[in-house]
């Protein structure tokens, strides 16, 4: 079984994605933190998926 909370942070990334190609430098700053984070997040629930 999938971890229902990896599949939304999926969609999350792929929605942050397209807002930061299209993106000023200024708010590109700011998706690229968000997309940290999201990446983090993905990497904690991994962990717990076995």
Do not use: C
């Not at 599949?7 to 397209?18: A, C, G, S, W, Y």
């Not at 000023?24 to 629930?45: E, M, P, T, W, Y």
Request: glycine share 8%.
């Amino acid at each position: 079984l999938r971890n229902p909370y990896t599949d939304v942070l999926n969609l999350l990334q792929v929605e942050l994605l397209k807002r930061w190609q299209g993106a000023a430098k200024g708010d590109q700053d700011l998706l690229r933190h968000a997309l940290f984070l999201s990446i983090n997040g993905v990497a904690a629930a991994m962990q717990s998926t076995g």
